[in-house]
Protein backbone atom coordinates (compact mmCIF):
# COMPACT_ATOMS: atom_id res chain seq x y z
CA UNK A 1 0.00 0.00 0.00
CA UNK A 2 1.43 3.68 -0.45
CA UNK A 3 1.80 5.84 2.38
CA UNK A 4 -1.05 7.83 3.53
CA UNK A 5 -0.48 11.18 2.85
CA UNK A 6 -3.35 13.25 4.65
CA UNK A 7 -6.20 13.69 7.56
CA UNK A 8 -9.00 12.61 5.48
CA UNK A 9 -6.62 9.88 3.87
CA UNK A 10 -5.47 8.64 7.59
CA UNK A 11 -9.15 8.87 8.43
CA UNK A 12 -10.89 6.48 5.35
CA UNK A 13 -7.83 3.87 6.19
CA UNK A 14 -8.78 3.70 9.89
CA UNK A 15 -12.18 3.21 8.57
CA UNK A 16 -10.99 -0.24 6.89
CA UNK A 17 -9.23 -1.76 9.66
CA UNK A 18 -10.86 -4.86 11.44
CA UNK A 19 -10.90 -2.51 14.44
CA UNK A 20 -12.20 0.08 12.90
CA UNK A 21 -15.92 -0.01 13.92
CA UNK A 22 -18.18 2.93 14.92
CA UNK A 23 -17.65 2.93 18.45
CA UNK A 24 -14.02 2.38 18.13
CA UNK A 25 -13.80 5.51 15.79
CA UNK A 26 -15.93 7.81 18.20
CA UNK A 27 -13.19 6.50 20.73
CA UNK A 28 -10.58 8.11 18.66
CA UNK A 29 -12.81 11.52 17.93
CA UNK A 30 -13.21 11.55 21.71
CA UNK A 31 -9.07 11.03 22.09
CA UNK A 32 -8.22 13.91 19.64
CA UNK A 33 -11.09 15.90 21.56
CA UNK A 34 -9.38 15.48 24.36
CA UNK A 35 -5.65 15.94 23.39
CA UNK A 36 -6.64 19.02 21.89
CA UNK A 37 -7.69 21.01 24.97
CA UNK A 38 -4.61 19.13 26.43
CA UNK A 39 -2.34 20.45 24.13
CA UNK A 40 -3.31 24.28 24.78
CA UNK A 41 -2.60 23.07 28.73
CA UNK A 42 0.69 21.11 28.15
CA UNK A 43 2.71 20.58 25.09
CA UNK A 44 1.98 17.03 24.15
CA UNK A 45 2.65 17.28 20.45
CA UNK A 46 3.94 19.91 18.39
CA UNK A 47 1.14 22.72 17.32
CA UNK A 48 2.09 21.25 13.56
CA UNK A 49 1.34 17.76 14.10
CA UNK A 50 -1.88 18.53 16.02
CA UNK A 51 -3.09 19.71 12.32
CA UNK A 52 -2.46 16.47 11.34
CA UNK A 53 -3.20 14.49 13.86
CA UNK A 54 -4.82 11.56 12.13
CA UNK A 55 -2.40 11.26 10.18
CA UNK A 56 0.68 11.93 12.19
CA UNK A 57 -0.17 10.47 15.63
CA UNK A 58 -3.57 8.50 15.00
CA UNK A 59 -2.75 6.60 11.92
CA UNK A 60 0.98 6.34 12.78
CA UNK A 61 0.00 4.61 15.84
CA UNK A 62 -2.68 2.30 14.04
CA UNK A 63 -0.91 0.67 11.67
CA UNK A 64 1.28 -1.33 14.63
CA UNK A 65 -1.80 -3.38 14.76
CA UNK A 66 -1.70 -4.42 11.04
CA UNK A 67 1.50 -6.61 12.27
CA UNK A 68 -0.18 -8.40 15.33
CA UNK A 69 -2.16 -11.63 14.93
CA UNK A 70 -5.30 -10.80 16.58
CA UNK A 71 -4.74 -13.56 19.24
CA UNK A 72 -1.10 -12.00 20.06
CA UNK A 73 -1.92 -9.10 21.93
CA UNK A 74 -1.95 -8.68 24.75
CA UNK A 75 -0.48 -7.56 27.69
CA UNK A 76 0.48 -5.12 25.54
CA UNK A 77 3.46 -2.44 26.88
CA UNK A 78 3.88 0.88 25.92
CA UNK A 79 7.23 2.59 26.31
CA UNK A 80 7.35 6.17 27.02
CA UNK A 81 3.88 7.07 26.24
CA UNK A 82 3.93 10.76 26.66
CA UNK A 83 0.80 12.22 24.59
CA UNK A 84 -0.63 8.50 24.63
CA UNK A 85 0.57 7.44 21.23
CA UNK A 86 0.63 4.55 20.11
CA UNK A 87 -0.68 3.28 23.36
CA UNK A 88 -4.21 5.15 23.72
CA UNK A 89 -4.83 4.43 20.22
CA UNK A 90 -4.35 0.87 20.37
CA UNK A 91 -6.58 0.70 23.30
CA UNK A 92 -9.56 2.74 21.82
CA UNK A 93 -9.43 0.45 18.59
CA UNK A 94 -8.57 -2.65 20.90
CA UNK A 95 -10.35 -2.03 24.43
CA UNK A 96 -10.49 -5.59 25.55
CA UNK A 97 -6.55 -5.53 25.01
CA UNK A 98 -4.28 -4.81 28.57
CA UNK A 99 -2.23 -2.00 27.25
CA UNK A 100 0.16 -0.64 29.88
CA UNK A 101 1.28 2.94 29.71
CA UNK A 102 4.74 3.53 30.78
CA UNK A 103 5.08 6.98 31.48
CA UNK A 104 7.45 9.10 33.92
CA UNK A 105 6.36 12.62 33.49
CA UNK A 106 3.85 13.78 36.22
CA UNK A 107 1.48 15.74 34.12
CA UNK A 108 1.46 13.51 31.45
CA UNK A 109 0.90 10.62 33.70
CA UNK A 110 -2.25 12.86 34.96
CA UNK A 111 -3.15 13.17 31.16
CA UNK A 112 -3.11 9.64 30.41
CA UNK A 113 -5.07 8.25 33.14
CA UNK A 114 -7.62 10.99 32.58
CA UNK A 115 -7.61 9.86 28.82
CA UNK A 116 -8.62 6.47 30.13
CA UNK A 117 -11.07 7.27 32.05
CA UNK A 118 -12.80 9.37 29.72
CA UNK A 119 -12.53 6.89 26.94
CA UNK A 120 -13.66 4.10 29.51
CA UNK A 121 -10.65 1.95 28.69
CA UNK A 122 -11.62 -0.38 31.09
CA UNK A 123 -7.81 -2.77 30.54
CA UNK A 124 -5.90 0.23 30.04
CA UNK A 125 -3.37 1.36 32.81
CA UNK A 126 -1.03 3.66 33.83
CA UNK A 127 2.41 2.52 35.14
CA UNK A 128 3.45 6.24 36.09
CA UNK A 129 7.03 5.62 36.68
CA UNK A 130 10.23 5.04 35.05
CA UNK A 131 10.52 2.34 32.84
CA UNK A 132 13.53 1.01 34.91
CA UNK A 133 11.45 0.92 38.18
CA UNK A 134 8.57 -0.53 36.59
CA UNK A 135 8.05 -4.32 37.84
CA UNK A 136 8.92 -7.27 35.30
CA UNK A 137 5.89 -8.94 33.16
CA UNK A 138 6.10 -10.88 30.30
CA UNK A 139 4.74 -8.28 27.44
CA UNK A 140 3.20 -10.02 24.39
CA UNK A 141 3.96 -6.94 22.34
CA UNK A 142 6.45 -4.07 23.01
CA UNK A 143 5.99 -0.65 21.57
CA UNK A 144 8.23 2.18 21.87
CA UNK A 145 7.78 5.57 19.33
CA UNK A 146 10.37 8.31 19.85
CA UNK A 147 11.27 6.64 23.30
CA UNK A 148 15.04 5.71 22.99
CA UNK A 149 17.41 4.46 20.13
CA UNK A 150 17.32 0.86 19.69
CA UNK A 151 19.99 -0.43 21.68
CA UNK A 152 19.21 1.24 24.64
CA UNK A 153 15.74 0.21 24.39
CA UNK A 154 16.51 -3.51 24.16
CA UNK A 155 18.33 -2.81 26.32
CA UNK A 156 15.78 -1.22 29.23
CA UNK A 157 13.51 -3.59 27.96
CA UNK A 158 14.89 -6.52 27.34
CA UNK A 159 13.41 -8.00 30.67
CA UNK A 160 9.75 -7.98 29.77
CA UNK A 161 10.27 -10.03 26.36
CA UNK A 162 9.78 -13.67 26.03
CA UNK A 163 10.82 -15.06 22.40
CA UNK A 164 7.05 -14.80 21.93
CA UNK A 165 6.99 -11.17 22.24
CA UNK A 166 6.50 -9.22 19.52
CA UNK A 167 8.54 -5.90 19.21
CA UNK A 168 6.94 -2.73 17.40
CA UNK A 169 8.85 0.24 17.06
CA UNK A 170 8.34 3.23 14.53
CA UNK A 171 11.33 4.56 14.02
CA UNK A 172 11.55 7.16 10.82
CA UNK A 173 14.65 7.50 9.11
CA UNK A 174 16.83 5.52 11.01
CA UNK A 175 14.99 1.98 11.24
CA UNK A 176 17.62 0.06 9.30
CA UNK A 177 20.66 1.66 10.40
CA UNK A 178 19.45 1.07 14.38
CA UNK A 179 18.91 -2.41 13.39
CA UNK A 180 22.28 -3.09 11.07
CA UNK A 181 23.81 -1.48 14.65
CA UNK A 182 22.40 -3.44 16.86
CA UNK A 183 25.30 -5.63 18.44
CA UNK A 184 25.28 -8.13 21.82
CA UNK A 185 21.51 -9.27 21.01
CA UNK A 186 20.35 -12.67 18.90
CA UNK A 187 17.02 -11.17 17.72
CA UNK A 188 15.01 -11.27 14.50
CA UNK A 189 14.40 -7.49 13.46
CA UNK A 190 12.90 -6.61 10.26
CA UNK A 191 11.71 -3.56 9.04
CA UNK A 192 8.20 -3.06 7.30
CA UNK A 193 7.63 0.58 5.25
CA UNK A 194 5.60 3.18 7.01
CA UNK A 195 2.04 4.12 6.00
CA UNK A 196 2.23 7.06 6.99
CA UNK A 197 5.67 8.82 5.77
CA UNK A 198 7.56 6.75 2.93
CA UNK A 199 10.88 7.43 4.02
CA UNK A 200 10.22 5.93 7.61
CA UNK A 201 10.16 2.25 9.17
CA UNK A 202 8.86 0.11 11.79
CA UNK A 203 11.29 -2.28 13.57
CA UNK A 204 9.21 -5.28 13.69
CA UNK A 205 10.40 -8.64 15.53
CA UNK A 206 11.77 -10.49 18.66
CA UNK A 207 14.38 -10.33 20.94
CA UNK A 208 16.08 -13.97 21.17
CA UNK A 209 18.53 -13.01 24.18
CA UNK A 210 21.64 -11.36 25.12
CA UNK A 211 24.31 -12.77 23.42
CA UNK A 212 27.74 -12.99 25.86
CA UNK A 213 31.16 -12.83 24.90
CA UNK A 214 33.18 -10.60 22.24
CA UNK A 215 33.46 -13.02 19.86
CA UNK A 216 29.26 -13.33 19.61
CA UNK A 217 28.87 -10.14 19.24
CA UNK A 218 30.29 -10.01 15.65
CA UNK A 219 27.28 -10.49 13.75
C1 LIG B 1 9.51 12.04 22.86
S1 LIG B 1 8.25 11.52 23.94
C2 LIG B 1 7.35 10.39 22.91
C3 LIG B 1 5.95 10.23 23.39
C4 LIG B 1 5.06 9.31 22.53
N1 LIG B 1 5.54 7.94 22.54
C5 LIG B 1 4.91 9.84 21.12
O1 LIG B 1 5.47 9.25 20.20
O2 LIG B 1 4.22 10.85 20.95
C6 LIG B 1 9.10 10.38 25.05
C7 LIG B 1 8.33 10.14 26.33
O3 LIG B 1 9.04 9.17 27.11
C8 LIG B 1 9.03 9.56 28.46
N2 LIG B 1 10.22 8.95 29.09
C9 LIG B 1 11.52 9.24 28.85
N3 LIG B 1 12.33 8.43 29.58
C10 LIG B 1 11.51 7.59 30.29
C11 LIG B 1 11.74 6.54 31.21
N4 LIG B 1 12.97 6.16 31.53
N5 LIG B 1 10.68 5.90 31.73
C12 LIG B 1 9.41 6.26 31.38
N6 LIG B 1 9.13 7.27 30.50
C13 LIG B 1 10.17 7.93 29.97
C14 LIG B 1 9.08 11.09 28.42
O4 LIG B 1 8.57 11.68 29.60
C15 LIG B 1 8.22 11.38 27.20
O5 LIG B 1 6.86 11.57 27.54
Same mark, same amino acid.
Given at each position: MTALDSNAAARAWLATLPEGNAVALERLESLVALLREENARQNLVSAASLDAVWLRHVADSAQLLCHVPRETWSPWL !?? @? %????FPGLVVAALRPECEVVLVESR %?? /?IDWLQRAITALALPCARVAGARLELVESFPARVISARAFAPLDR???LSARFSTSDTLWLLPKGRSARDEVNQLN @???? /??HVEHSLTDTEAGVIVGQVLGKL %? @? #? #? !? /??R
Open positions: !DL @G %SGAG %SK /RLVE @GWSH /RF %S @G #K #K !D /RK
